[in-house]
């Protein structure tokens, strides 16, 4: 029978190059181990989760019986103010909206901000998600960029470019990945200005509390007080570093009448889901509780990668741009050959893996990116093999 199927158009997805998977797959075949400097399952690099499992044991009998909420779970929410709560935010469980993933959660919004064909304002270079998780409902995205000058800002002209009459939300990611900056206050500012009351904010911040100076200077919640209605995106994935999990949420913040018009409508959009299974709901005060351990583990990690990083790189060719929090640095290398080149290049000689610039959309060429959560010794394996592939740096 022929194949006459046809699939939606919101699929029509041009896939970015996979040769890096084929030449990966096909060295593994050979027997050939490929050092990837690219996990960030947190679950797969070696930190020792289970630490938690005596204290987030939880009884069947806690969750045999099923009385769902539409928001989620009160405990669950209570467990997340106090997470907020933590951060010195004052923030109500009625504001919350417990998700099964970010990736829902921003579902979610664009169905209650946006109908099909309208837009939503994302970041240049991000997280590569944003194209599709819009493309899959029915929106176009209408990129701004963050631009690097020893450190990194909005480009604001930009955004002022890419706000159309269709925009109905602007999404900052707060640190972004991979550049790993946080949103400066003027920066906010400048966003809400360019808004001007009538695009909301979806603020995702997932990387929140891996701040890289251990200063807390950077780590500035954008969840409490705004003049307009405003959403705060965050899940157990990196909060907790368990992806496995699967639950997230929405804070909605704002002045009360529109806040709570959104949350009843958020409320509707969960309820025909209802995806956070109720046992992970359940464990969320513990899971929460649990996270100080392992943060403080993730962060000496992310911190003693970063250092080896820049010793290694002080004498070539590669510069390491400034990072203030998150789980990934970007390297610069010489532009001798565009990034995929470099990525190719050093998984041909050097059967180490990195990420090209061009999966986050970076402009300016030549860009890799190397996860620092990555295994202190695979690290720096991975990383002096990339010393190796540099040329000698010019004397200054
Ligand atoms: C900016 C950002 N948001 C969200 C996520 C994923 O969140 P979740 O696992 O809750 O869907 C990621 C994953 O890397 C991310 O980089």
Redesign the pocket.
């Known amino acids: 029978m022929p194949d006459t199927v046809r699939f939606s158009n919101r699929l029509n997805w041009t896939a970015k190059t996979n040769a890096f998977s084929r030449i990966i797959r096909e060295k593994e075949q050979n027997g050939i181990a490929v050092v990837d400097l690219t996990k960030?399952n947190p679950t797969t690099v070696g930190f020792d989760v289970c630490q938690q499992d005596s204290e987030s044991s939880m009884s069947l009998a806690d969750v045999v019986s099923y009385a769902p909420e539409p928001a989620g779970l009160l405990p669950a929410r209570a467990a997340i103010a106090a997470y907020y709560r933590d951060h010195a935010i004052d923030v109500d469980p009625a504001q919350i909206i417990v998700t099964a993933?970010?990736?829902e959660a921003y579902s979610h919004l664009f169905r209650l901000l946006a109908d099909p064909g309208d837009s939503v304002l994302t970041p240049q270079p991000?997280?590569p998600?944003f194209d599709y998780l819009a493309a899959l409902d029915g929106l176009h995205v209408a990129p701004y960029r963050l631009v690097y000058d020893n450190s990194w800002r909005i480009d604001l002209v930009s955004v002022q470019k890419a706000i159309s009459p269709h925009t109905r939300a602007m999404i900052l990611?707060n640190p972004?990945?991979p550049t790993g900056s946080y949103i400066a206050p003027a920066e906010l500012v400048a966003a809400k200005n360019i808004c001007r009351h009538r695009v909301p904010l979806i603020v995702?911040e997932?990387?929140l509390d891996y701040d890289l100076c251990d200063t807390g200077a950077n780590r500035r919640s954008l969840c409490g007080d705004h003049e307009d209605v405003t959403f705060i995106?965050s899940?157990l994935?990196?909060v907790a570093a368990l992806?496995q999990m699967k639950l997230?949420w929405i804070v909605v913040c704002g002045p009360r009448p529109p806040r709570e018009r959104a949350v009843a409508a958020l409320e509707l959009i969960n309820d025909m889901y209802l995806s956070a299974s109720i046992p992970v709901q359940a464990a969320a005060p513990t899971l929460l509780a649990a996270r100080h351990a392992i943060q403080s583990a993730i962060r000496t990690r992310l911190q003693a990668n970063l250092d080896m990083l820049d010793r290694a790189l002080a004498a070539t060719a590669a510069t390491r741009r400034g990072v203030q929090g998150g789980w990934s640095a970007v390297i610069d290398l010489p532009p001798v050959r565009s990034d995929e080149g470099w990525v190719l290049h050093i998984l041909d000689n050097e059967n180490v893996t990195f990420h090209p610039g061009f999966l986050y959309d970076f402009e300016d060429d030549p860009v890799v990116v190397c996860s620092l959560l990555t295994p202190p010794a695979d690290f720096e394996h991975g990383i002096q093999a990339l010393t190796r592939c540099l040329p000698a740096s010019s004397p200054q």
């Open positions: 960030s993933s970010t990736s991000s997280y998600l990611v972004n990945n995702d997932v990387f995106l899940g994935s990196k992806p997230s």
